[in-house]
């Protein structure tokens, strides 16, 4: 049988619904979960030509991270552990909506494009999360990668950012770790054994960390990782799926857009907790005060401690690295001002996704890019690594240079360097906080967030909306603009923006002002006008309580 007839036979097993027509959005396809066999097969097929076409392991994470339990979705994942270049993404969404008998079409016109040579050898790693659906969607990408003649193996259960990983290691032969878990958790976990080893700040009481699983797959690795840790660091793990719902009233997604704890944690008054999203690849730091109040160290707050860390110790290592800060429009105005005039670090605006994120960070030795959702991690150029490793290996640099140069290493190896992963950042994180002695009080008192407030509003069709200026501005509907500045102008310090969803079917708001009021106010006025101008279904927006 030739490769395609199989390709024919297989196909026939997973079948596309007539007519279904979906879009590879800002982290892949996403849907409910019973849509998705047929994509996953073709996702199958697709990861094979990408991996015969870079002549390197490819792999395809079965996810649909922070939606609700019954949705899945699948992520693409390059040679270095990056996500799929652009124009696969094009492809991808090609192959996912061919009608069934177009579907070797537009996998022959794939191979033509891109003059893919069918006799090289492929191979693709697949990995899925705790959804109940994701064993059976995996099974449907293994069956188009072989379908296609391609070799896999099957990670099983992991979080998004350990498969990325896994892909790095194989295709730099094993120069970035070994590509197992457990390797994964030896390079993480010694690195920070290493970083804190000598933290003399850090009383017992500090090494202890609340985090809430999300009752999905990153429960399911915290307690894999634990004895790695060897006792330096003491977690107490919420909602680890033996009762609650993935992603319910818990998870990084929750607790950032309600503003509030997650349900199923335990919190006393000061203690520093974290939540993770469903596929571990978002973190975000809470706790509330003796006064009950709750406090959100989020992805912005995340990246200025980072940021802070490095560039002192770049500075008692002498070292003379260009270091930025990459954010998108979500970033809260407050942590933008006081990263680029009190730490006066570089900052870019990109557009939402981590892809875009990861892109702009290249372009610095050292890119500190994190969503304000807790999405992000740290790049270092290879020159930038060299540099650190020189100085930390020279016998003649002196004592504090030498320190700063090997804590700037450890650093490099906490880190997940492919995508942002709840775990690194976890540790990462957690050895800052114990080397500076410093409490999450003091964190969270750098600066202060401007009050702000996201919505969510339904249209018949949520393409309509163009933005331009990283999402910052819509170019359609027209007037949609106008009026969003009208309404920005009558509250004090206050940005507002809207763009579609690329994960949900809903329109984005964002607004921030001076007062919680003013932008919740302005959250709501400027909702109605989308739901007014661009195709709002179902009852009005109504003001928040
Ligand atoms: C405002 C927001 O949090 N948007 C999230 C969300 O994308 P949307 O395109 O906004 O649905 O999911 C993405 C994937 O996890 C994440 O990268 C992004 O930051
Ligand atoms: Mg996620």
New binding site residues.
């Given amino acids: 049988m030739t490769q395609f007839e199989e390709v024919s036979k297989q196909s026939s097993l997973h079948p596309k619904p007539v007519g279904l027509v979906l879009q590879y959005?800002?982290?892949g396809f996403r849907t409910n979960a019973k849509h998705l066999d047929h994509v996953m097969f073709r996702m199958g097929l697709l990861a094979t030509l990408r991996s015969k076409k870079t002549e390197a392991t490819i792999a395809v994470m079965v996810t649909a991270?922070?939606n609700p339990e019954e949705d899945n979705g699948v992520k693409l994942i390059d040679p270095m552990g990056e996500m799929v270049a652009l124009t696969w993404e094009g492809y991808a969404t090609q192959l996912a909506n061919a009608e069934q008998d177009d579907l070797l079409t537009a996998l022959k016109d794939v191979i033509k494009k891109e003059a893919i040579n069918m006799s090289q050898e492929a191979t693709v790693f697949v990995g899925k999360d705790t959804r109940s659906s994701s064993a059976s969607l995996a099974q449907a990408v293994l069956d188009g990668v072989s379908a296609l003649g391609g070799h896999s193996k099957d990670y099983g259960l992991v979080t998004t950012p350990q498969l990325h990983y896994m892909v790095r290691c194989q295709n730099t032969q094993g120069k970035y770790g070994e590509a197992t878990v457990e390797g994964y958790y030896n390079k993480l976990c010694q690195a920070f054994i290493q970083l804190t080893k000598n933290a003399s700040n850090c009383t017992d009481d500090q090494k202890h960390l609340s985090v809430d699983g999300a009752n999905g797959i990153g429960a399911l690795k915290v307690r894999e990782m634990e004895s790695h840790l060897k006792k330096e660091l003491h977690l107490s793990l919420f909602n680890d799926g033996s009762e609650g719902k993935l992603n319910h009233q818990c998870g990084a997604?929750f607790v950032?857009?309600q503003q509030k704890p997650p349900t199923g944690m335990k919190m006393n008054p000061g203690e520093r907790c974290c939540s993770f999203?469903g596929d571990a690849?978002?973190i975000i730091y809470y706790f509330t005060d003796s006064d009950g109040k709750f406090h959100l160290l989020d992805g912005d707050k995340i990246a200025t401690l980072i940021s802070t860390f490095l560039k002192e110790l770049l500075k008692q290592a002498h070292l003379d690295l260009k270091i930025a800060v990459v954010q998108?429009a979500?970033a809260n105005g407050s942590s933008t001002h006081y990263l680029e005039n009190t730490m006066k670090v570089i900052v870019r605006c990109t557009k939402?996704?981590?892809k875009h994120l990861h892109h702009a960070a290249q372009d610095y030795d050292i890119g500190v890019y994190f969503?304000?959702?807790g999405?992000g991690t740290v790049l270092f150029s290879g020159e930038a690594e060299e540099k650190i490793q020189q100085l930390a290996e020279n016998a003649s640099t002196d004592d504090e240079t030498k320190r700063a140069a090997l804590l700037l290493q450890n650093t490099i190896n906490i880190i997940n360097q492919t995508v942002g992963d709840a775990i690194s950042d976890m540790l990462l994180i957690e050895a800052i906080l114990a080397i500076k002695g410093m409490t999450v009080q003091q964190w969270d008192t750098i600066y202060s967030d401007l009050p702000n407030r996201?919505l969510k509003v339904k249209v018949s069709d949520r393409r309509m909306i163009d933005t331009a200026d990283a999402e910052r501005r819509a170019v359609s509907p027209a007037g949609l603009q106008e009026a969003i500045d009208t309404l920005v102008k009558k509250h004090r310090q206050a940005r507002s923006f809207v763009?579609?969803?690329?994960?949900?079917d809903i329109v984005?708001v964002?607004a921030e002002a001076e007062t919680q009021e003013s932008a919740d106010a302005l959250a709501h006025e400027v909702s109605l006008t989308v739901y007014r101008l661009a195709g709002g279904v179902g009852d009005e927006p109504k003001p928040l309580q």
Avoid at 499 to 504: A, K, L, V
């Fill in positions: 959005g800002t982290a991270s922070h997604d950032k857009v999203d690849d978002r998108t979500y939402t996704g981590v969503e304000s959702n999405h996201q763009r579609p969803s690329g994960t949900e984005r964002y």
